[in-house]
Each structure stands twice: as C-alpha cells, then as structure tokens.
Nanobody, 126 residues
Framework: QVQLVESGGGLVQAGGSLRLSCAASGRTLNIYAMGWFRQAPGKERDFVAAIISWSDSNTYYADSVKGRFTISGDNAKNTVYLQMNSLKPEDTAVYYC??????????????????WGQGTQVTVSS
C-alpha cells in the first residue's frame, strides 16, 4: 500500500500563488507516475499535472494550467510539489494527489492511478 498526504492548500487572492506538497510513504518502490487532479463543486475530477519517474523533465499539464503551474518531484523525499502561480477564481477546487505504477500511455486518466490522497482545498477569491 501507498499512503499520500497533501498539504499547502488555502485561501489566496486572484493573481497569487500557492505551493502544494504530496508526501508518499509505504510501498513506493514501483510508483512511477505522480499526478495532481482537482474537483470543483458539482464537477468531475479533472487532470491538472503529472510527473513521471520523479523527473522534472518528464512532466505533463492540462491546457488550462500550462504556463502557470509547475509540477516537480523530490525522489529522495518521495514528495511531489505543485507550484501554482497567477491563480484564478476558476482554479478553486479540492486538489488531490495520485500515484500509479505506470510510466507510459495517457497520464490524464484518473482511473490509471491506484492511490489517492485525502485532498486539500484551494480557494481563489476574485
């Protein structure tokens, strides 16, 4: 089993920044994909970003966050970060960290990720 714990959410004004963290523990040896998803009230859970094999050069983003969000990983700490800049009110959601034992294919499908964190609330005020 793999446990994921997110932190770093909060309330920020539009244009501001937040940094989310996700610490993984347990049987992380075969975890290759780490992703961030978000879910706004009344909406489906959407892909935000993914990092593969803890490599900052192997990252993927949803079009809605490209150029504003940056995902990065620290393999030694088993921790993934999501730096969110230029935040907009439409970024308001619960953000979830996810982990999967795959390293190819489509990274935006939530069903491919086996493990999920409890989520952290991000609220952007206008």
């Amino acid at each position: 089993q793999v446990q994921l714990v997110e932190s770093g959410g909060g309330l920020v004004q539009a244009g501001g920044s937040l940094r989310l963290s996700c610490a993984a523990s347990g049987r992380t040896l075969n975890i290759y994909a780490m992703g961030w998803f978000r879910q706004a009230p009344g909406k489906e859970r959407d892909f935000v970003a993914a990092i593969i094999s803890w490599s900052d050069s192997n990252t993927y983003y949803a079009d809605s966050v490209k150029g504003r969000f940056t995902i990065s990983g620290d393999n030694a700490k088993n921790t993934v970060y999501l730096q969110m800049n230029s935040l907009k009110p439409e970024d308001t959601a619960v953000y979830y960290c996810a982990a999967g034992r795959f390293y190819s294919g489509t990274y935006s499908y939530s069903s491919r990720y086996e493990y999920w964190g409890q989520g952290t609330q991000v609220t952007v005020s206008s």
